[in-house]
């Protein structure tokens, strides 16, 4: 019989879901509750329906991806009437989720660059391309998987795995590649798709995208392409890093200057 | 948590005793969000971090107190207002609630 613990640890490091539950005030301080997706939860927090109310919150805010102290009444209460000259139990509620997934379309010299500050972030990182040549675990070993295939495959495959917190960049530049990866991915939950190549290639792209029934304005309003924030970035490296900034001010919503919504050259 | 189990891991196959510290809330400017964590060992070696280094000194502390003391849980304060935080340097003038016990679960 395993522990907390060494089930916690487990779960963790095969990137499979897991919610911590602990008592950090109250009676029974360090006391613990286990949450796995499917399953009931292990340990105790001192009280069987305690356990019930916070095992039910504890799975919400798993699958939410949140984490964060609860408060409740000794046997789980929770409306303020009933909390009313009774003692509160505060729960401190970890989830564990696995990674986001960043999937690279084109293995470029780009791709390097981007999987290597991906990984920095915490991305679990997948690289594709259709030529074996190029698509090498030997050109890539920061990548957490490199797949010889066309976009459309592992779409097909794999594509339901892709949710908000995950990313698809395409930076082939290669229309043939381009065109599948990114209507692969927009029929996805993907939340972030970046596509790269100069304002020519882009305009060049989205005719051929338009062509493949990519003509939703509210689709098309999901692809930053060109991709990237206008921070006049060169190298790869710094190629790399504009993209994953632009992901983070995505998320967060801040007001940055993305290189789709200007004009002009991007290396001036 | 997942950036310290290598480390939890190695001490405790060494035998060694270990305490976990991690961040359960922040008020106004913190430099980490809850669920950061750090472990501690009963030789004081150190894993992780909650801070921007501000308070991972006074947590070495207060984990080898509970390893050498009672053994019992508990949920520490850093803040701007409290004295004893004040002396080991939160610059950033924000709050941070630790819960630190040992890892015997």
């Not at chain 1, 495959?153 to 908000?164: C, H, I, Q, T, Y």
Request: charged share 25%; hydrophobic share 40%.
């Amino acid at each position: 019989m395993s522990s907390i613990y060494e089930t916690l640890r487990d779960r963790i490091r095969r990137d499979e879901p897991v919610g911590l539950v602990t008592v950090i005030e109250g009676p029974n301080i360090g006391a613990k509750l286990l949450i796995i997706p499917g399953g009931p939860p292990t340990g105790s927090l001192g009280d069987s329906e305690l356990d019930r109310i916070v095992g039910r919150d504890a799975l919400a805010e798993l699958e939410a991806a949140t984490t964060g102290v609860r408060h409740y009444g000794p046997q789980g209460q929770t409306t303020p009437e009933d909390l009313i000259d009774t003692d509160t139990v505060s729960v401190f509620v970890e989830s564990f989720s696995p990674p986001p997934q960043m999937w690279i379309f084109g293995a470029v010299d780009f791709t390097a660059a981007l999987a290597k500050v991906a990984k920095v972030l915490g991305y679990r990182v997948t690289v594709c391309d259709a030529r074996e040549v190029f698509a090498t675990r030997r050109r890539f070993p920061m990548a957490d998987e490199v797949l010889v295939s066309w976009p459309g495959p592992v779409f097909g495959a794999r594509g339901s795995e892709l949710g908000p917190r995950d990313a698809v960049c395409v930076l082939t530049h290669d229309s043939k590649f381009d065109v599948p990866a990114v209507m692969g991915a927009i029929a996805t939950r993907v939340g972030y798709i970046g596509v790269m190549g100069s304002r020519k290639t882009h305009d060049k792209r989205m005719q051929r995208l338009a062509e493949a029934g990519l003509t939703e304005p509210h689709q098309i309003e999901r692809l930053m392409s060109p991709v990237g924030l206008d921070i006049g970035a060169r190298t790869p490296e710094e190629t790399a890093i504009s993209i994953c900034a632009e992901i983070i001010a995505r998320r967060t919503g801040r007001i940055t200057p993305s290189l789709r919504d200007g004009s002009g050259a991007i290396h001036s | 948590m997942r950036e310290i189990l290598d480390d939890i891991e190695r001490w405790r196959l060494n035998g060694r005793r270990v305490v976990v510290a991690r961040v359960v809330n922040i008020e106004g400017s913190g430099p980490r969000d809850p669920g950061a964590s750090m472990a501690v060992n009963e030789d004081g070696e150190v894993a992780g971090s909650v801070s921007g280094g501000c308070v991972e000194g006074a947590v070495v502390g207060e984990a080898l107190g509970i390893l050498h003391g009672d053994q019992q849980p508990k949920l520490v304060t850093f803040g701007y207002s409290d004295d004893e935080a004040y002396a080991v340097g939160l610059t950033c003038g924000g709050t941070i609630h630790l819960f630190i016990e040992p890892l015997t679960w």
